[in-house]
């Protein structure tokens, strides 16, 4: 787990890096300090399970067993991206880790894993769907429509609300008059739980119960994790409506130390082998960076490939 | 060979694909014991149980969007709105989600899911529940349309829209679910994209589809009293477009009508009409006219709303202006 935190959080530090310098184009909305809130989840899971992401994606999708070079080169627009290219940050996909993508829709995901979780349990199957979202969504239809019909149909999916606090620059207290998200699940007879999101044992833990009741056929679960976005709502964004107090005092929560002292005081590891584990990450990241940039950009002709399974729109004449 | 209305037309596809498939699945509002506002689902959940024709709460966002969601791993659902109106509320699903999943994804995903929406007015069911929203979703790429006319289409439509691997709106009629005529004991899957000639005539092309192919059938026999041949399309697919056989007919007619219920505003009657007059300017004798609604909601009274929609007298007046 600390090694797939350290992934993300040096995956996105990388991204941010390429951003400034304008290697990368578009929106990116990075995880840096949400990482225990993927991790801790995905931990529980196995490749066929599903989850569904946010734009705020890259974390779920390396949590999950997403390839590194195939998501950097997709932040670069290159044909070897994840989506050759056509997708970019907020739409990552992999079909074969059940990642029914990440979305650029807020609420969008809370449907779609309704609906793999429905599909899971039709087949007979004991896989069971993750979605994560944040706080601002569960103002949606969305995640009512699908709260509802998870609980009435009692489907094997994990709502995962990862509260950051704010909706882009409004804070919960300005969306919602509740504190905790949990308190939803009263509405549809569902079990819920609000818990610590900056600590990857307890994510790990409490999403590990409730998956192991969705496989037992007995139904959702929503769980709401406390977090912090460390960086603004998009790169470029300053986050200047957070008060300087409150940005200092989650900087303090930060979910890898924690993690970091956890293995050391418990010697579970020792400071050469996390360095070692360091080592390894910084490699692979580069390894990333040079496949994405030697990757050629995607062919022009593929701009209407991908639309339909069996037909090629047109390039008409403009 | 055997009588059948419109619904059932559509019920026996859903049969015949649900005996073949078992991750071929129905829901939506009152599809299960009601057997669906129009009884179009009348005896499938009798046949194949709760699990797989599956009522639904009153919830158009999560009945599109579960179907996005259940086909993108291994289902074939196919979801009824009760309404085509009610389609704004499972926008998001169909349009952002189904739609461009394949495309986002670099191909990597498939949403093969049918969307049934009943659809036009006629029926005095006021502005909410007589919408004609074909525009909507033709402007949509990724996205197929099909819209059939008669019982036969239905069926063959069906089966193909359930066969195939891209989000299908299948647009149905509900003017024309009791709508009967003579089809053959089992009806092979029509391919999507090739529209049917419902009439022959030398002189003006009309394309349409959907009730209007009724309405455009009766015109056609009253013009022919006048002596004017008209030849009917029926798209029967609005998205793939036959062009083919659209060019075909202008090109013998040299003159093109297109006749939808829409809103003449912004509608695919627009974009039928601006296609043949960029394809066949050569061929043409005369603009090519539209034939729609007003443009206005569609209202309650049976007066207003036969004034509101294009009707057979419409098509007649049209036809005889382009000559």
Redesign the interface.
């Known amino acids: 787990m600390y090694r797939k935190m350290l992934s993300i959080r040096k995956f996105e530090k990388t991204a941010s890096v390429f951003f400034a310098e304008g290697k990368i184009p578009g929106f990116v909305h990075l995880y840096i300090g949400e990482e225990a809130i993927a991790v801790g989840a995905c931990a529980n899971l196995r490749d066929d399970d599903y989850i569904t992401s946010t734009h705020r994606g890259h974390g779920h999708i390396v949590a999950k067993g997403g390839n590194l070079k195939y998501m950097m080169a997709e932040l670069f627009g290159k044909e070897t991206g994840y989506c050759k290219g056509k997708g970019g940050s907020m739409h990552i996909a992999d079909a074969e880790l059940g990642i029914l993508g990440a979305n650029g829709i807020v609420g969008a995901g809370h449907l779609i894993a309704t609906g793999a979780a429905w599909s899971a349990k039709y087949r007979g199957t004991d896989q069971v769907s993750v979605c994560f979202f944040g706080d601002a969504s569960t103002n949606q239809s969305t995640f009512h429509e699908a709260m509802n019909l998870a609980s009435l149909w009692k489907l094997p999916v994990i709502f995962v609300c990862e509260n950051n606090l704010y909706g882009i620059s409004v804070s919960q207290a300005r969306h919602q008059n509740i504190q905790d998200i949990s308190q939803r699940a009263i509405g549809y007879g569902m079990p819920a739980l609000t818990a610590d999101g900056n600590d990857v044992l307890t994510v790990y833990e409490k999403v590990g119960e409730a998956v192991s009741r969705a496989r037992a056929g007995e139904g959702p679960t929503l769980l709401e994790f406390k977090t912090y976005r460390q960086h603004g709502h998009f790169e470029g964004d300053s986050g200047a409506y957070r008060p300087k107090e409150e940005v200092e005092a989650w900087l303090q929560k930060d979910p890898l130390p924690r993690l970091e002292s956890h293995l050391l005081e418990n010697g579970i590891l020792t400071e050469e082998e996390l360095e070692a584990i360091r080592q390894e990450v910084e490699e692979e990241i580069r390894e990333a960076l040079e496949f994405a940039d030697a990757s050629p950009y995607p062919a022009p002709e593929s701009s209407v490939q991908d639309i339909y399974s069996d037909l090629i729109e047109e390039a008409r004449i403009r | 060979m055997r009588k059948i209305t419109y619904g059932e037309g559509i019920r026996e596809a859903l049969r015949e694909k649900m005996l073949e498939n078992k991750?071929v699945?129905l829901l939506g509002e009152d599809v299960g014991p009601y057997g669906g506002t129009f009884g179009v689902t009348k005896g499938l959940w009798e046949q194949f149980g709760e699990?797989r024709v599956r009522d639904?709460?009153i919830?158009e966002?999560?009945i599109?969007?579960?179907?996005?969601?259940?086909?993108?791993?291994?289902?074939r659902p196919v979801a009824e709105l009760m309404f085509i109106d009610f389609l704004t509320?499972g926008m998001?699903?169909l349009v952002?989600?189904a739609a461009k999943?394949?495309?986002?994804?670099?191909?990597?995903?498939?949403v093969p899911l049918v969307l049934r929406l009943p659809a036009g007015g006629g029926i005095s069911a006021g502005a909410q529940h007589s919408g004609s929203l074909e525009a909507w979703v033709t402007h949509v790429?990724?996205l197929?349309v099909v819209y059939p006319s008669n019982a036969r289409d239905a069926w063959g439509l069906m089966l193909t829209a359930i066969d195939?691997?891209?989000p299908v709106v299948y647009i149905e009629s509900k003017v024309l679910y009791s709508q009967k005529i003579e089809v053959p004991d089992k009806v092979a899957p029509i391919p999507f994209g090739s529209a049917a000639v419902a009439r022959e005539g030398a002189d003006v092309s009309v394309i349409t589809y959907g009730k209007q192919v009724h309405d455009s059938l009766k015109a056609a026999a009253a013009l022919a009293k006048d002596g004017i041949e008209v030849e009917v399309i029926d798209l029967r697919s609005l998205y793939?477009l036959d062009k083919e056989t659209i060019f075909k007919s202008v090109a013998k007619t040299h003159r093109a009508l297109v006749v939808t219920e829409e809103v003449k505003r912004g509608g695919y009657g627009g974009e039928l009409s601006a296609l043949i007059s960029e394809q066949c300017f050569d061929e043409l004798d005369a603009p090519v006219v539209r034939i729609g609604a007003l443009d206005s909601p569609v209202p309650y009274s049976q007066i207003l709303e036969s004034l509101v929609l294009p009707s057979v007298e419409d098509i007649v007046k049209g036809v005889k202006e382009m000559f």
């Open positions: 991750n699945v699990e639904t709460p919830s966002g999560v599109v969007g579960a179907s996005v969601g259940a086909a993108a791993t291994g289902l509320f998001d699903g952002n989600q999943m394949r495309y986002m994804f670099g191909g990597k995903i498939s790429p990724g197929k195939d691997d891209n793939p």
